[in-house]
Structure formats: structure tokens, C-alpha cells
Nanobody, 126 residues
Framework: QAHLVESGGGFVQAGDSLRLSCVAS????????MAWFRQSPGKDREFAAA????????YVVDSVKGRFTISRDNAKNTLYLEMNSLKPDDTAAYYC???????????????????WGQGTQVTVSS
């Protein structure tokens, strides 16, 4: 059975950095496109960043461009999200997601992903 487990969230001050990790088990991510989504209280889960199975192509939403970087280490079966210059608006639960896909397409809709983690909370105070 496949599991995705996020970690690395926490309570930080505006301007600080965090690195989120998503470790997969029961699933070899080397054949999976992956992504990070986030959800704030009372809001829908929204796309943040995506990466293809090779890691050659990435895409981040405009609101985090220049501050967040998505990456992966297939040998470690792990997805990362490096978050710099954090803002209070970045406060959310962050979820990793995966879909089997060996094209170089990037997907930014929840419906495109089959596997989800349980989330890790990021809280940014001003």
C-alpha cells in the first residue's frame, strides 16, 4: 500500500525559511509526477508547485515564484519543497501528491493526482 508522509512544517516568523520533505513508501516515485498543494482554513486546497518524474521540469504558482523551489531525489524516494522569505499568507497545511506519469507534462489540478499525504502544517507569524 502506497503512503506519502510529509514533514518539516512548523511555526516560523515572516522572512524565515523551511524545507518540507515528502517520503514515499510502497511507491517508487521515479515513475511519478509529483506536486505540493496547500490548504488554509476555510479555503480550498490549492496548487503550489509541480515537478515531472525526471525532475527536469518544474512549475510553481505565481504567488510563490522566486521564493519556493520544488525538487526531488528519486534515489531517496523523496520530494522536497524549499520555502524562503515566508509570508503570513503562506500559512497552510501542505500536502504532497503523486500520479504515475513518465511524460514531461506538469499538472496543477487536484484531480490529476492519485496519491496524497496527510499534510504538514506551516504557520508564519508577522
Amino acid at each position: 500500500q502506497a503512503h506519502l508522509v510529509e514533514s518539516g512544517g512548523g511555526f516560523v516568523q515572516a522572512g524565515d525559511s523551511l524545507r518540507l520533505s515528502c517520503v514515499a513508501s510502497g511507491l517508487d516515485i521515479s515513475s511519478y509526477a509529483m506536486a505540493w498543494f496547500r490548504q488554509s482554513p476555510g479555503k480550498d486546497r490549492e496548487f503550489a508547485a509541480a515537478i515531472t518524474w525526471t525532475g527536469f521540469n518544474t512549475y510553481v504558482v505565481d504567488s510563490v515564484k522566486g521564493r519556493f523551489t520544488i525538487s526531488r531525489d528519486n534515489a531517496k524516494n523523496t520530494l522536497y519543497l524549499e520555502m524562503n522569505s515566508l509570508k503570513p499568507d503562506d500559512t497552510a497545511a501542505y500536502y504532497c501528491a503523486a500520479r504515475w506519469d513518465i511524460s514531461e507534462k506538469l499538472y496543477d489540478s487536484r484531480e490529476n493526482y492519485n496519491f496524497w499525504g496527510q499534510g504538514t502544517q506551516v504557520t508564519v507569524s508577522s
